[in-house]
Nanobody
Framework: QVQLVESGGGLVQAGGSLRLSCAAS????????MGWFRQALGKEREFVAV????????YYGDFVKGRFTISRDNAKNTGYLQMNNLNPEDTAVYYC?????????????????????WGPGTQVTVSS
């Protein structure tokens, strides 16, 4: 099992940027793929981005449209989500997740059930 804790959320104006961090502990973080999900009030949890254990492969949700960048630093046991050009529709709790996979799942399989560990989330609020 790997434990995850998000940080970096907060309140920003529309058009602004935030950089979320995901600090990992427990089992070796480099063995895990890492992803980000978000959940707005009254909405289902939504896939945002994923990165393979090596960092060589990434995939993004369709809504991202080039605004977000996922990365990781295995030496620091930390994953990141850089979010630019934020809009009020991005307001949500953002969750870091880790999955122990042999290879990166197909895009259609990137649902919460394929991730083994979750952080408690960090709130992102984008004002109009």
């Amino acid at each position: 099992q790997v434990q995850l804790v998000e940080s970096g959320g907060g309140l920003v104006q529309a058009g602004g940027s935030l950089r979320l961090s995901c600090a990992a502990s427990g089992r070796t973080f480099s063995n895990y793929g890492m992803g980000w999900f978000r959940q707005a009030l009254g909405k289902e949890r939504e896939f945002v981005a994923v990165i393979s254990w090596s960092g060589s492969r990434t995939y993004y949700g369709d809504f991202v449209k080039g605004r977000f960048t996922i990365s990781r630093d295995n030496a620091k046991n930390t994953g990141y989500l850089q979010m630019n050009n934020l809009n009020p529709e991005d307001t949500a709790v953002y969750y870091c997740a880790a999955g122990l996979w042999g290879r990166l799942p197909a895009s259609a399989d990137l649902t919460p059930r394929v991730f083994d560990s979750w952080g408690p989330g960090t709130q992102v609020t984008v004002s109009s």
